[in-house]
């Protein structure tokens, strides 16, 4: 099956500081990923679709410069958040696109800003 | 832009029983709906899926039904297991192009009671 990982699987940073998060597909070629933020005991909420080689789209409400994302390859995409706060500690869980409809998840990382 | 509702947001069954998750979609252009179970910590997994030209799919002890018209979609999974416990999320989207984006729903708790 197909197959994401996330690196990394935890991190702890302090406020102000930036952090970078990797995302990607293993043993097949995701023209689009996404970004999803989840709080505890909450539902995924996407935060952005990435394609690989264009600017990503964000949702509603997201903020660009806070959380800049990368697609420079068919298997890779980056989530940076930006001058972290306490208030961006959350589970981030990106997912990469099959062939057609079926997305598929990475581990997740779980973000804790001190 | 989509949204997805989902109940019940926890449900106890009994081993052996049947449980039931109900979700319904407001864009009726969706075309997608996979259901997914997360474990706690873990990343979503997708356990089936439908597309909206077909009624029904069924996969061993896991079911879901499509009804376009009302814009409902359900998950039944029968002789429940103890296994079975997790969070299980529905999600609508407009699959097979070049967004491919999910809206989830807000999640629902299967407690299987040994």
């Known amino acids: 099956g197909a197959v994401v990982s996330q690196h990394p699987s935890r991190v702890i940073c302090k406020s102000g500081t930036s952090v970078k998060i990797e995302c990607r597909s293993l043993d097949f070629q995701a023209t689009t990923m996404f970004w999803y933020r989840q709080f505890p005991k909450q539902s995924l909420m996407l935060m952005a679709t990435?394609?690989?080689?264009?600017?990503?789209?964000?949702e509603q409400g997201v903020e660009k410069d806070k959380f800049l994302i990368n697609h420079a390859s068919l298997t890779l995409s980056t989530l940076t958040v930006t001058s972290a706060h306490p208030e961006d500690s959350s589970f981030y869980i990106c997912s990469a696109g099959g062939r057609a409809y079926e997305q598929y998840f990475g581990p997740g990382t779980r973000l804790t800003v001190t | 832009g989509e949204n997805v509702e989902q109940h019940p947001s926890t449900l106890s069954v009994q081993e052996g029983d049947s449980a039931v998750i109900k979700c319904t979609y407001s864009?009726?252009?969706?075309?997608?709906f996979p259901w997914y179970k997360q474990e706690l910590g873990k990343r979503p997994q997708l356990i089936i899926d439908?597309?909206?030209?077909?009624g029904e799919k069924k996969d061993q002890r896991i079911a879901v039904t499509l009804n376009k018209t009302a814009k409902h979609f359900s998950l039944h999974i029968t002789e429940t297991q103890p296994e079975d416990s997790a969070v299980y999320f529905c999600a609508a989207g407009l699959g097979g192009g070049a967004t491919n984006k999910l809206i989830f729903g807000t999640g629902t708790l299967l407690a299987v009671q040994p």
């Open positions: 439908i597309r909206s030209n077909v």
């Open positions: 990435s394609n690989e080689g264009s600017k990503a789209t964000y």
């Open positions: 864009d009726s252009a969706s075309n997608y």
